[in-house]
């Protein structure tokens, strides 16, 4: 099981590996019972309350997105779980998160249509922190890359596409 993604939480490193996550405290390293971890690093993303969010790619049944709070991480993804199934196995390792205000978004890339869903291009999950909403819309452009750049007291994110263009939120 190798190192797929690095993250913070608690002023803790969080160490991911595709079926396991580590954290290291400075003098101990732990691993978190029951996690899974991610299978790509563009998929971890903090909230402004501290947790961290990350996309989970292998088995259809544990595949989705998870919240880590410091102690315990726990599957939050199955009102979209349809969305998720949709998924071809290739695209779990290009999954890419970003925040706009009190929303986290994944990148999902194009979905097929299922017995519950119609196929869809260039999908994003959008939750809502504040009301543990879902939703999944198709965007315009395909998604490889996120940044955000401070300027003054203001952060603003950048999404790199696969045309090379570069889009701010």
Not at 6 to 27: A, C, H, Q
Not at 45 to 62: A, L, Q, V
Not at 85 to 103: C, F, I, K, P, S
Request: proline residues 2%; aromatic residues 12%.
């Amino acid at each position: 099981d190798v190192i797929t993604g690095l993250g913070e939480n608690s002023d803790r490193l969080l160490i991911f590996k595709l079926m396991s996550l580590w954290f290291y405290t400075g003098s101990q390293l732990k691993q978190v019972k029951g996690a899974p971890g991610t299978s790509y690093n563009r998929s971890i993303i903090n909230d402004r309350f501290g947790n961290t969010y990350y996309f989970h790619g292998s088995d259809p049944k544990i595949t989705g997105i998870y919240k880590y709070n410091g102690v315990s991480s726990v599957k939050i993804s199955r009102a979209i779980d349809p969305f998720i199934l949709g998924m071809a196995v290739g695209n779990y390792d290009n999954v890419v998160a970003w925040a706009e205000g009190n929303e986290l978004r994944w990148f999902l890339g194009d979905l097929s249509a299922t017995n519950l869903i119609e196929a869809m291009t260039n999908a994003v999950a959008t939750y809502n922190v504040d009301t543990d909403a879902w939703s999944v819309d198709p965007i315009a452009d395909v998604i490889t890359a996120v940044t955000t750049w401070r300027t003054g007291n203001e952060e603003d994110t950048y999404l790199g596409t696969d045309d090379d263009e570069v889009l701010q939120t």
